[in-house]
């Protein structure tokens, strides 16, 4: 992505700029030099102005809309990383439970209630996860109704971004 | 102690794991092996976790210390370039659009003066005229003049010396036919009345 | 035909080293664990070495790379996330690196191993949990309190939320663990299928290169995967809620 955008606006731009701006001086020199404005003209016209204005606009304009697009593309919400995910949330929770439950039935001599019983626990703990892997909600801890440790997350950036991009088209249409 | 509760307590996720990947259909798609996974050898676990450290700490070391910074430093500074670089290009197109405006200007400015210069030259132009004509009309009004009182002179002159021939010859003829002596007064009068009766 | 899974075997490479009773010997996984770090190291310094305006192939790729993980933590973790940078950006490579090299025949996978994504996931976790605890004190532990929830039901929720706060290195090592390992076993078998059927090896063949096709991706995800969670819970860490 950089490197064409330095190659069409970078070097080339400038030469032709300065071409451009040799070519009106000449003209202003007088007839003497008509010859060589005539030479320039022949080899390669060079862009009006107003081109050039468009293309700086543009590559300006470019650089902004890569940023925005950067940082719109947030979690990976794809079928198959939320696949990936899912699958796994559930069993970790189960692994947990179990061993905890194990490890307190060892402790307490209640085999093998505990275990049963954190079994089901870490069932729900897992189901908790793959509830917010796949609500979008990340994988934070906590409720999802919450809400605002996950704006702050996703929506608040993307929000302020859409915020900042909106302000200048307002102000043009006032204007 | 320390180190043989963190055996157990690791056997018993080897163990949990097992139940994981017997979950996964993939797995139980290929599972003949039997004889036990080498991924649960409690016994690997310490060189594993040893080396792992060590690879890990070395790999950290070298990119906190060389390559990001190198990054960092290589894409900073294009991005800085290329920032230049449009902010150069649109300095040079505003000055090249100057130099247009001057030159625009200067070329209407030419035009106008030259506009003034004709308009001047025509005016001197017309102005010179007129007075050479004026002056030509009051010339030639004044040679007519001039000829219109010869004229009138010559014509007097004329008439005068008309009249003194038709008295002397009025005088002569009536010598002659009558034999008197007429006195000039008379025979003037006579003739200025025959001339202003004949006219 | 051996085992599917004797590829995962772990053998020591020279002499075995004891230390404090713990057998340290260097072994195959530890010379690809090295080998990912020679192999990332090199890459990362030796392509911006010429540090070039306009990048070479190998410069791009180590930019990419760069941008990617900066992105990543930018916006998973915002700005308070620049300082754990450099080690998620480590953590990325180095696992790409493994499963990467996995991927070359006769090589070995370290990330099939589950001490070791364990370890990594484990560390992950311990620190976030620290971070947590350092940033927030006490008010930590409020995390795991749901709001709004009948004060009846709080003494089972908050087992369940703790439980599923602990189930978070398990799966982020289960899944990377699995993933390697499920994939490699695959393939052996496959291998295994095309060696056995002779000429009719063609169909399991197909499959294989299919098959390897998406171990490559697979490879890449569990790599992306597992940076972009640690860098999810270092987010729920500092910012809490």
Excluded at chain 1, 35 to 58: C, H, I, N, Y
Excluded at chain 2, 68 to 89: C, G, K, N, S
Excluded at chain 3, 112 to 117: C, F, G, K, L, M
Aim: hydrophobic fraction near 50%; charged fraction near 20%.
């Amino acid at each position: 992505m950089v490197a064409p955008l330095r190659r069409g606006s970078g070097k080339h731009g400038i030469r032709r700029v300065r071409g451009c701006a040799e070519v009106r001086i000449a003209a202003l020199a007088g007839p003497a030099s008509a010859g060589l404005v005539r030479g320039m003209d022949d080899r390669k016209s060079p862009p009006s102005l107003e081109d050039l204005a468009d293309r700086v606009k543009r590559v300006r304009g470019g650089q902004d809309a890569a940023r925005r697009k950067d940082l719109e593309s947030g979690l990976p919400s794809s079928a198959m990383g939320l696949a990936f995910r899912v699958g796994v949330e559930l069993v970790a929770g189960v692994i947990v439970g179990a061993a905890i439950g194990y490890g307190l039935d060892q402790w307490l001599g209640t085999k093998p209630w505990m275990l049963i019983v954190f079994f089901f626990l870490g069932a729900a703990g897992g189901m908790m996860n793959v509830y917010r892997a796949a609500t979008g909600k990340g994988l934070s801890v906590g409720y999802a109704n919450t809400a605002d440790g996950d704006g702050s997350n996703e929506g608040g950036p993307k929000g302020s971004e859409h915020s900042d991009g909106g302000s200048p088209d307002g102000g043009k249409k006032e204007g | 102690m320390i180190a043989n509760s963190v055996t157990r307590w690791s056997r018993r996720i080897g163990l949990a794991a097992v139940a994981t990947v017997a979950a996964l259909p993939t797995w139980a798609a290929t599972d003949g092996g039997g004889g036990g996974l080498p991924q649960l050898d409690v016994s690997t676990f310490p060189t594993q976790v040893f080396w792992l450290f060590v690879s890990f700490a070395l790999l950290y070391f070298v990119m906190s210390k060389v390559a990001i910074p190198r990054i960092a430093d290589v894409l900073e500074e294009r991005q800085e370039r290329i920032e230049d670089d449009i902010e150069t290009a649109d300095r040079l197109r505003a000055e090249a659009e100057a130099v247009k405006a001057e030159y625009e200007k200067a070329v209407a400015d030419a035009r106008s003066d030259a506009h003034d210069l004709v308009r001047k030259a025509m005016d001197e132009i017309a102005a010179s005229h007129a007075k050479a004509e004026a002056e030509a009309a009051k010339k030639t009004a004044e040679t007519t003049k001039a000829a219109e009182a010869r004229i009138a002179e010559q014509r007097t002159e004329a008439l005068e010396s008309l009249k003194s021939v038709a008295s002397e010859a009025a005088a002569e003829a009536t010598a002659k036919l009558t034999g008197l002596k007429v006195t000039d007064a008379k025979v003037g009068k006579a003739v200025e009345a025959a001339m202003q009766g004949g006219a | 035909m051996a085992s599917p899974v004797d590829q995962f075997q772990i053998k020591t490479i020279g002499p075995s080293l004891n230390v404090a009773g713990m057998d340290i010997s260097f072994t195959n996984s530890a010379a690809f664990m090295i080998l990912a770090t020679v192999v990332v190291g090199v890459f990362l310094t030796q392509s911006m070495s010429g540090r070039h305006l306009v990048p070479t192939r190998f410069q791009s790729m180590a930019e990419l790379s760069y941008e990617f993980i900066a992105n990543m933590v930018r916006e998973n973790v915002g700005s308070e996330g620049r300082a754990y940078f450099p080690l998620i950006f480590t953590l990325f490579m180095f696992i790409l690196a493994g499963n990467l090299l996995g991927m070359i025949p006769y090589s070995y996978t370290f990330t099939s191993q589950i001490i070791v994504t364990f370890a990594m996931a484990i560390t992950v976790f311990i620190g976030v949990t620290i971070i947590a605890l350092l940033k927030h004190g006490t008010h930590f532990f409020s995390y795991f309190l749901p709001e709004g929830a009948p004060i009846v039901l709080a003494p089972l929720l908050i087992v369940i939320e703790v439980l599923s706060y602990l189930s978070r290195p398990i799966s982020l090592s289960v899944r990377l663990f699995a993933n390697m390992m499920a994939g490699h076993t695959m393939m052996k078998v496959f291998g295994g299928f095309v060696v056995a059927l002779g000429i009719f090896g063609v169909a399991p063949l197909a499959v294989l290169v299919a098959l390897t096709a998406f171990e490559v991706l697979v490879a890449v995800l569990q790599a992306y995967v597992f940076a972009i969670l640690t860098c999810i819970y270092l987010h729920d860490a500092i910012h809490l809620h």
